[in-house]
């Protein structure tokens, strides 16, 4: 398995550009979640899914959208970017519907200029 | 509601040193805890966790925690560190009958000096 998949690994974005981060796995789970990990402030909860064609907004759900029309993929879309949304962006899985550990993919570094 | 607090942004210890990390919670009903290391440029990945059932939960690459439940903390340790541990660590708590989604401690950067 390769587990959860981001791409790009890297990005820079002018603003008001607009681009989606793609997440995929193939573990074939249910819950899948998009964080942002900003210096010294741990991860906030952008959204969540839990399972396909279900979505529901996080912490901090403000200038980002999300799809699940698949139970592999979950991406984030950024419509007009902003400096504030410089941040590296995580995508995680959860087996089941338990109380279980995630599945962290690699990351997106995102730089809006 | 859920809320975890780590306690200290950044650790510095010795080679061989007692590593010490510590995290309390904040719960009115049985929590779920985790930690999670994420080394430089990487996403997360799970140290150890613990449910139910025994509270000193042992987990990878030495490292352990013990569930305290009257001091509502989860720390976490290991006998001797390595330079390799070096890393960001974050703990974090999902609540019984809750919507399974997790709260994150804000992490702490352990620091491993020669």
């Known amino acids: 398995n390769a587990g959860v998949t981001q791409t790009p690994k890297f990005r820079i974005l002018k603003i008001g550009q607009s681009m989606t981060l793609q997440c995929t796995q193939d573990?074939?789970?249910?819950?899948m979640y998009w964080y942002r990990q900003d210096p010294g402030m741990g991860l906030k909860l952008i959204y969540y899914?839990?399972?396909?064609?279900?979505?529901d907004k996080g912490e901090v759900p403000n200038g980002y959208n999300v799809s699940r029309s698949t139970t592999e993929d979950f991406p984030l879309r950024l419509e007009l970017a902003a400096p504030s949304q410089t941040s590296v962006y995580f995508c995680?899985?959860?087996?089941?519907?338990?109380?279980?550990?995630?599945?962290f993919g690699p990351g997106t570094r995102l730089t809006v200029l | 509601a859920q809320s975890v607090t780590q306690l200290g942004s950044h650790v510095s210890v010795s080679e061989g040193a007692l590593v010490l990390l510590r995290c309390n919670y904040s719960?009115?009903?049985?929590?779920?805890l985790f930690w999670y290391v994420q080394y430089p440029n990487q996403g997360l990945q799970l140290l150890l966790k613990?449910?139910?059932?025994?509270?000193l939960v042992k987990g990878i690459n030495g490292f352990e925690a013990e569930f305290k439940k009257s001091e509502t903390s989860f720390h976490l340790t290991k006998p001797s560190a390595h330079m390799s541990d070096a890393a960001e660590y974050f703990c974090?708590?999902?609540?019984?009958?809750?919507?399974?989604?997790?709260?994150f401690g804000r992490g702490t950067s352990l620091i491993v000096h020669p």
């Open positions: 719960s009115s009903v049985p929590p779920y």
């Open positions: 573990m074939n789970h249910n819950y």
């Open positions: 995680a899985s959860v087996p089941g519907q338990g109380y279980n550990e995630q599945f």
């Open positions: 613990y449910t139910t059932g025994a509270t």
């Open positions: 899914s839990v399972g396909a064609g279900i979505t």
């Open positions: 974090a708590v999902i609540i019984s009958g809750g919507s399974y989604i997790p709260t």
